[in-house]
């Protein structure tokens, strides 16, 4: 006896499905269409949104030059933050390193009764959060750099970038609208 299918029985099931499933997706495809439209008519009035806000932005630090003065000096002050973040972040993970040498050298875990897995997993995942926060507090401080930076470089070329600013809102607009 041979283990190969019966042909002619998976056509049939083939048969079977196929015709369901086809009116079914013929069914579905123009509510589908319609859904898929509607969020990118969304999706490019969110587009419009966002690049009036930046167009309003850089506008307002050409306007206003002590505006631009203000966020690039809060920006400095931004980046010493990291710094200082980073520095004291350093300090707190040397410190729980050096409690954790203390620990090993002294008799500290009959003073605390921790087990020694209970010590080295709670040490560790201090020094795990305090990397982390260090991290995002530093990625936040880069991120918002860069966005003036790129603010600034839109501010030497603004009627170039106001020229480009105004066609991608027309482009944006045929696009809601087909």
């Known amino acids: 006896m041979t283990n190969e299918p019966n042909w002619m029985v998976t056509i049939l099931i083939g048969l079977v499905f196929s015709i369901p499933v086809g009116i079914f997706i013929n069914i579905i495809t123009p509510a589908a269409n319609n859904v898929i439209k509607k969020f990118a008519i969304s999706t490019n009035k969110k587009k419009a949104v966002l690049l009036k806000n930046e167009f309003e932005t850089v506008k307002s630090f050409r306007d206003y030059p002590t505006l631009l003065f203000t966020a690039v000096a809060s920006k400095i002050l931004y980046g010493f933050m990291a710094i200082f973040t980073s520095v004291i972040g350093g300090v707190i993970i040397?410190?729980?390193?050096?409690?954790?040498?203390?620990?090993?050298?002294?008799?500290?875990?009959?003073?605390?009764?921790?087990?020694?897995?209970?010590?080295?997993?709670?040490?560790?995942?201090?020094?795990?959060?305090?990397?982390?926060?260090v991290l995002y507090a530093v990625q936040l401080i880069g991120n918002s750099i860069l966005k003036l930076t790129g603010h600034s470089i839109r501010l030497a070329n603004f009627k170039e970038y106001e020229k480009n600013y105004k066609s991608r809102i027309k482009e944006l607009g045929k696009k809601s609208k087909e």
């Open 94 to 133: 040397f410190f729980l390193e050096l409690i954790k040498s203390y620990y090993e050298i002294t008799n500290l875990r009959t003073i605390f009764s921790i087990s020694p897995q209970v010590f080295y997993s709670v040490v560790w995942a201090l020094e795990t959060l305090v990397g982390i926060s």
